[in-house]
């Protein structure tokens, strides 16, 4: 990596204020964090604002083109936007590139909203702890990335702890993910034993200085080779030899396979710390791709100077109790959004207006001006906004391909405690399935008024529980039903196996029908019994 001009300013919006959308999206990178809980995405999206802020401070402290008043804009914005881990989105600069973090829940059981908040992001950076390697939870994140074909970034944090061998690390990457692992920070010392770090691209050897107080940020120097030799001794030879051994085996970073989701590029580091974080912004301004023409349902490439279109990636209710407001989360596509123009809604072919945008930076709202194609923003609405919906200018005919649903795993069925009280039930059921916290499903045995929840985890079921009674005034009832695995079944499913004790056949409210049964063995004896089983829609995770 090359290192950035400390002394370069701060971009201005004004000086490209009659820029092109896509002149706009050329200066924007948008990516999310994908990890397995505990191995650092809270820590590491600090780390990331830290460096920048940083990288900032000394540009303002170098004082270039009269622009003093880098840091504070940069202060200005993190204090009014009150950065923090709970945050739907931090933001931050490096030299003229604003980069987007979207958050991903952390929990396991939260999966399907990471999977939303994947459309809504063209790269991702796959977080692993050194100890643990490739988690359970990344694994199945990374399938996601995978089905979108999203670049990924690979940090293997947690380097000044004892961990893995470095290259085995890779081998676990590789055989794990399919991604050919390129090093582009490779570290000098093993795990808890960290001495510096080698810029493949550069050949330049860093000395990192741990901080000696807490809060502090490590300090990297650049070396000469002879200096490294004689500092690391035996160290800088075992770096030298293990990226001579990835070169040899063609494992050198190639942004077109990088891009085309073949290769990942690979950095080493410790979040807590701020080792390597520089480089990792650096990557996302120089490697990670901006936002690119997303395509429409008929596969067509939207031009992100075509006017402005929005995809909805995330709905969410109640955030502000002296509201009750329903907030959709956006992701700018295409053209220019500004909160003076009517929005169209193809879904229901109703408008919308845009006046209530907000930008979803920290926890507290503010109004929003303008946003161009990476950008995401809230979009306060009246219930009507689903994952997966386009909104979009008058002018637009662009509709985008809707979010596929996960096969739920878990089932509870669920009766309002107080029964005088049941329009409030199904309304908010209604609703929390339309955010798509849970899966709302009927059959006609159990009839209209007593629905069962589906969900991919248990979790989402206290969540809904809770919001019956927090926002609806409708405390829930919810029995667990003994089944975890739902073949989703084409079109009527009692055409295609009878009713029998062991299983339980629902409807979803989007229409497709699902045979519940107890597990997986239950699924393949069914299988065997009713062979148009096999020709089911989905099979989990998409
Ligand atoms: P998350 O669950 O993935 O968001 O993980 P957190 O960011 O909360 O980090 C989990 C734990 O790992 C915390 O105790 C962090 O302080 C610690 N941690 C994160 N990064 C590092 C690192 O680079 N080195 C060390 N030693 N600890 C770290």
Redesign the pocket.
Known sequence: MSTPDLAAPAPSDQVVVDAAPSEHAARRRTVAII??????????TEALLLEAQRIHEAGATHGKRGRPATVSDWMEMEQSRGIS?SSAAVQCRIDDVLVTVVDTP?HADFSEDTFRVLSAVDAVIM?IDAAKGVEAQTRQLFTACAARGLPVVTFV?????PGLDALALLEEVEATTGLVPTPLLWPVGVAGELHGLLDVTTGAPLAVTRPQHAGERAVHTPVSHPDAERSWGAGWTSCLEEVALLRANGQVHDQELFVGHASTPVLF?????G?GIRTLLEVLRDLVPPPQPRRDVGGTPVALDAPFTGYVFKVQSGMNSAHRDRFAYVRTCSGRFDTAMTLQHPRTGRTLTAKYAQSVFGQRREALLEAWPGDVFGLVHGGQLQPGDTIRAVSSRAVYPGMPRFDPTSFVSVGPVDSSRHKQFHRGLELLDAEGTIQLMHSTARGPQNPVLGAVGVLQFEVAADRMEREYHCPVVVSPLPFTRALAVPGHAHEVVPAGRDREILTRSDGQDFLLVSDEHAARALRRRYPRLWETAGEGAP
């Open positions: 990890s397995h809980p505990d191995a650092g995405k809270s820590t590491l881990i952390g977080l944090n947690k380097w000044d702890r580091g410790a979040a807590s710390l080792i």
